[in-house]
């Protein structure tokens, strides 16, 4: 049964401008670690706070199990001291005048918790989270990876069914975020709380969602498990937000192209169905370069292009290519044998292939054709 | 954990409609939800009261004023031939155009503007060096100087009036001689009264101004855009002419708008110097309109003067508006880069001081020595007496014991520290409230008009104020009974005329502040009274304080308020002393005036202790 589940879910916030979020249908099911995933500006720190209850409809309902906390049409609304969630702030929002132990014990003691069992349960989440030295301090007087572990501790004390986190590790350097990702998974299997997480960073995403929401300007985009999103992106929005360096598209209407004359040439011949096809992606790491050994693959979409850049990044490389002035990107994790100004080959598996109708949504019919031996 | 099945299962595509879809909500049903949200918590209806207090506080008086202005008032009926609160020119006929016009409007106009003008050229000259002096030059002693200048500004106005007077006051006026007249000069009745001292006196008064807000422009301005500029070849006057000067301008000129403002309201400064030889500003013309009675007149000129207010504070706003074009916060180029004086050092130092005594020694310490002194400037050891302050049995009408021994002043004491208490703890708590329901409420023309409404008394010098309240609150209307001459209408009037300061802090502090905080403690399971106990107002307390701490100081020194509604069994320290001037009490009235410095200033010192700031910057309001 679907823990959360928003339906028809618009937010206006009034005047000309376009709907902050249009018409979303989600289900977040229980004990589900959800990541809502788009640029800034998609909505879906809106839509986490009106699942908090901090934001109220335009239109539509949310439910929280059997229950609605929020309906337009019926007049429904469950304000979020009610809701029994937690929710972790961008900025993590201490209260700057209590101890970290007062802000930890804020919410037991507001349930009355008689004190024993308060003090019990506020030392087992400062001690899971390893900021029980700091319990007499101010919340000025951490460091931002502390605070951050704080506001954590603040809501797990009163083991919210639902824990909301808007962007808690963007202001983290890149060492804490990684320690913090690791954490919040491992808090996530011993808590089994539901947890909705909301960012901006593909990757954060992909290592801890265990489904992701892809949003853009208010319309949900895709829902699926990190490799859903990854290996069949619905539509070339999600193929292009999802993925460094980019996926590469080449519209196959553009007859001055040189890559695009050869796809179009390519599907023509062995892919027929696929004629009215708007646009292909080829994900970097999926293009290969032929040498000596061995040459293109059987079946594979080849052409000939010009090495114009290699760029390590350290364990890996980024080699641009350019075939008749447009520019292709490829990955690598083997020290490249080419050099700039070389000529080469490079070839895609027909699989690799991400079909676009001209409308930009995703072919399923090429997956079919192209996929014909893995089988879902 | 259960896993997400149905999501992987699904084809990875848009989310597929779920089948029963939602109908619309309807607009009745989008209105009751809203209603719904928005009434949830007191915010709102906190809100709407406070609306409806201030639209009674501020907006009802000022249109009960200027409907005075145009209605035939209680005994001008067989003057004007019309009864009692009919429409009527009379008013602005006689306070425009008629042959009294140039003595009631047209003169004090002139004397008003022509002050100002004076005071702000005066103020910028003095004010403006020492701003330059004091960030970024290395003259000696600039921590102490940047504290000590601003000292006039924390002292009232007329505390400048009654100096002067104690050292020139010559034969036209009764009662004890000044200084000079005493050593045998007679000051010549331009230097005594009217145009140059009062000019002379705001110019010291509101230097601090300039030295505020141009010092903070010049320290925050980045020394790398001069650096560019000299790079490419240009000299330091072309740096200073073209660069420094422009990008400056939008401070000074608020300066001046604000210094003009000001003294726009001045009413004590001139009332002590321009009364003995007839010299009236605006606020000297409305007053003594009120006091005699004359309701339509004042109500006119009090109408004037809210309007040059107005108009003043509408160019501030588009001068502020320009200058936040090109704001040049510092970045690391803004570090104080300090211009060497060389010889000039000493002569530059010795001109701050001499601005120091000139503006506060001088001033306070003449005040001083006229209480111990029995006839004014004989520097005889047995003519030093305590007698002032706190002789008994002497041989004077009334006051026959020293200040500190009158129970009168006592009584103004007392009245001062409660009205003037009440009012700003009051004002400082609806100010939070204001900038929590502007901060907060869904419903965003509330916000709007409470933002708008609690301003309102900021464009309305407060003598004007006063005449507004004395016109709606001197007779009963409706359950209220008449006011004047109560407490009630002095605090009344000084929370509405501190609303400006304590709401803009209070929005200040409520934006800043920001949502997450009290929305954590929401989420947290925290109702909204528990929130205001233990989130916001804890969090609030330092603003607050401030928020307390600043009106009380400048209502302590006020006058301007006072001298239209108190009474004598309401007299606080300032109309007090104005009394005692009245009556020729020089010593009495001094000490009253240096009680009064010292409150404000000493009041000062401890707001800055308490909340660790510079109050001084805060008090440029």
Redesign the interface.
């Known amino acids: 049964m679907p823990k959360i589940n928003l339906s028809g879910v618009e937010k206006n916030y009034g005047g000309n401008s376009a709907n902050a979020v249009a018409d979303l249908d989600l289900e977040i099911g229980d004990g589900e670690f959800m990541c809502l995933l788009g640029p800034s500006g998609c909505g879906k720190t809106t839509t986490l706070r009106m699942i908090a209850g901090l934001e109220h409809l335009t239109a539509g309902e949310i439910r929280v199990g059997p229950k609605v906390v929020d309906s337009v049409v019926e007049g429904v609304f469950v304000p979020p001291e009610r809701r029994e969630m937690g929710l972790v702030f961008q900025s993590y929002a201490l209260w700057p005048h209590l101890t970290i132990e007062r802000n930890t014990d804020f919410g037991l003691r507001l349930r009355k918790m008689p004190k024993a069992e308060r003090e019990a349960r506020v030392d087992q989440v400062m001690k899971t989270l390893g900021i029980e030295k700091y319990r007499d301090r101010y919340p000025s007087q951490l460091s931002g990876g502390q605070q951050q572990r704080v506001a954590l501790a603040r809501m797990l004390a009163v083991n919210p069914e639902v824990l909301l986190l808007d962007e808690p590790l963007s202001n983290l350097d890149a060492a804490l975020r990684l320690e913090m990702r690791a954490e919040l998974k491992r808090l996530h299997a011993e808590f089994k709380t539901t947890i909705v997480f909301v960012t901006h960073d593909q990757w954060e995403a992909m290592t801890l969602a265990t489904t992701i929401a892809v949003m853009s300007e208010g319309q949900l985009q895709q829902v699926g498990t990190p490799n859903d999103i990854y290996d069949r992106p619905a539509n070339r929005f999600v193929a292009q937000f999802v993925g460094n360096p980019p996926i590469n598209i080449v519209e196959l209407d553009d007859g001055n192209s040189e890559v695009s004359r050869r796809v179009n040439a390519y599907l023509g011949t062995r892919f027929a169905e696929l004629r009215d096809a708007g646009s292909i992606g080829i994900r970097p790491e999926a293009i290969r370069l032929a040498d000596a050994e061995r040459g293109v693959a059987e079946g594979a979409l080849s052409g000939k292009a010009e090495v114009t850049g290699i760029l390590p990044t350290g364990g890996s490389w980024i080699i641009e290519l350019t075939a008749a002035g447009e520019k292709l990107f490829l990955t690598t994790h083997q020290s490249p044998e080419v050099e700039v100004g070389e000529a080469v080959t490079w070839w895609v598996k027909p699989k690799a292939l991400h079909v676009f109708d001209k409308a930009g949504q995703r072919v399923e019919a090429a997956d079919r054709a192209t996929r014909p031996a893995k089988l879902h | 954990?259960?896993?997400?099945a149905?999501?992987?299962t699904?084809?990875?595509?848009?989310?597929p409609?779920?089948a029963s879809?939602?109908?619309?909500?309807t607009r009745g049903?989008?209105l009751?939800?809203?209603m719904?949200?928005a009434l949830?918590?007191p915010t709102t209806t906190i809100g709407i009261l406070a609306a409806a207090l201030f639209a009674y506080l501020i907006v009802v008086p000022i249109i009960s004023m200027l409907s005075d202005a145009m209605r035939v008032q209680f005994g001008d009926e067989r003057r004007i031939k019309q009864d009692v609160g009919e429409l009527t020119w009379y008013y602005l006929d006689r306070v425009f155009l008629s042959r009294i016009s140039h003595d009631l409007f047209w003169e004090p106009l002139v004397n008003t503007l022509s002050v100002a003008a004076g005071a702000i050229v005066l103020s910028m000259l003095v004010g403006g060096t020492l701003a330059w002096l004091l960030s970024r030059t290395d003259m000696f002693g600039r921590r102490w100087f940047a504290t000590a200048l601003i000292v006039p500004y924390m002292l009232p106005a007329w505390t400048f009036a009654l100096a002067w007077t104690t050292l020139f006051k010559n034969r036209t006026v009764g009662g004890q001689p000044g200084w000079l007249e005493s050593l045998g000069f007679s000051p010549p009745d331009w230097l005594s009264y009217g145009q140059l001292p009062v000019t002379i006196i705001l110019a010291l008064h509101y230097s601090p101004f300039v030295i505020l807000l141009f010092g903070n422009a010049l320290r925050r301005f980045d020394s790398q855009l001069e650096d560019s500029a000299r790079i490419l070849g240009a000299g330091r006057l072309t740096v200073a002419s073209k660069i420094i000067m422009p990008l400056m301008r939008p401070s000074l000129m608020s300066a001046m708008v604000l210094i003009f403002a000001k003294c726009l309201g001045e009413f004590g400064v001139p009332y002590v110097l321009g009364l003995p030889v007839n010299f009236d500003v605006l606020a000297t013309s409305l007053y003594q309109n009120i006091s005699s009675r004359q309701v339509g007149v004042g109500a006119v000129l009090a109408g004037a003067i809210m309007l040059i207010g107005i108009i003043t504070i509408t160019i501030d706003a588009r001068l502020m508006r320009e200058a936040r074009r090109f704001v040049t916060i510092g970045s690391k180029g803004s570090m104080n880069r300090l211009s060497p004086l060389g010889i000039l050092r000493m002569p530059a130092t010795g001109f701050a001081a001499l601005m120091f005594v000139l503006s506060v020694g001088l001033p306070i310490g003449t005040l001083f020595l006229s209480t111990i002194m029995r006839v004014p400037g004989q520097f005889n050891l047995d003519n030093f007496t305590l007698d002032y302050w706190i002789g008994t049995n002497l041989n004077t009408v009334a006051l026959q014991t020293g200040i500190l021994l009158s129970p009168d002043l006592w009584n103004a004491a007392w009245n001062s520290l409660r009205i003037v208490g009440v009012a700003s703890i009051t004002s400082g708590i609806l100010g939070l409230l204001v900038g929590y329901v502007v901060a907060r409420t869904?419903v965003?023309p509330l916000g709007t008009f409470l933002r708008q409404v609690t301003f309102l008394p900021y464009l309305v010098p407060g003598i004007a104020f006063a005449a507004a309240y004395l016109s709606l609150f001197a007779v009963p209307r409706g359950p209220i009974p008449a006011l004047y001459g109560t407490t009630l209408i002095l605090m009344l009037a000084l929370i509405a005329d501190q609303m400006p300061y304590a709401s803009r802090a209070g929005i200040a502090a409520m934006t800043q502040l920001?949502?997450?905080?009290e929305?954590?403690?929401?989420?947290?399971?925290?109702?909204w009274f528990?929130r205001m106990t233990?989130?916001v107002i804890?969090?609030q307390?330092g603003s607050l304080t401030t928020g307390i701490l600043l009106p009380f100081i400048s209502g302590i020194k006020g006058l301007s308020l006072f001298v239209v509604l108190a009474v004598p069994s309401t007299d606080v320290l300032t109309t007090y002393s104005l009394r005692l001037v009245d009556y020729h009490y020089t010593q009495a009235a001094n000490a009253v005036v240096l009680i009064i410095a010292g409150l404000a200033y000493f009041g000062a010192l401890l707001g800055q202790k308490l909340t660790k700031t510079n109050l001084a910057q805060g008090l440029g309001n």
């Open positions: 954990m259960s896993g997400p149905q999501t992987s699904k084809p990875a595509v848009m989310a409609r779920s879809r939602l109908a619309a909500p049903q989008r009751r939800y809203r719904k949200v949830r918590e869904p965003r920001g949502k997450d905080p929305e954590a403690a929401q989420i947290a399971g925290a109702g528990r233990s989130i804890p969090i307390k």
